[in-house]
């Protein structure tokens, strides 16, 4: 089992910063794909960043492109978000989560096994 807990979210201006962190539990933790996926108010999740087992293999969605970076730090079982440039957009729960089988990257809400509860983020115009 892999349990995740997100943290950092909260309020910023437009054009600010904010670095999402979620901590996983489990001993297998480095051998597990991570992904962070984000739910605005009536619509559905979407996916955000994916990172896999090593950290050499990344992939985002269009929008976040050149203003968020997916990390991770397999010795303190941390996987970080760095939302740069934030727009109100951006604005959503945010929530990590971990395949359960693969360590390779995947965008689809169906790949992933294990998440956490969700962090709030939102944006201020």
């Known amino acids: 089992q892999v349990h995740v807990r997100e943290s950092g979210g909260g309020l910023v201006q437009a054009g600010g910063s904010l670095r999402l962190s979620c901590a996983a539990s489990g001993r297998t933790f480095s051998s597990n794909a991570m992904g962070w996926f984000r739910q605005a108010p009536g619509k559905e999740r979407e996916f955000v960043a994916t990172?896999?087992?090593?950290?050499?293999?990344?992939y985002y969605v269009d929008s976040v492109k050149g203003r968020f970076t997916i990390s991770r730090d397999n010795a303190k079982n941390t996987v970080y978000l760095q939302m740069n440039s934030l727009k109100p957009e951006d604005t959503a729960v945010y929530y990590c989560?971990?395949?359960?089988?693969?360590?390779?990257?995947?965008?689809?809400?169906?790949?992933?096994?294990?998440w956490g509860q969700g962090t709030q983020v939102t944006v201020s115009s």
């Open positions: 990172i896999n087992w090593s950290g050499s293999s990344a």
């Open positions: 989560a971990a395949r359960g089988l693969s360590s390779v990257i995947a965008a689809a809400t169906r790949d992933y096994n294990y």
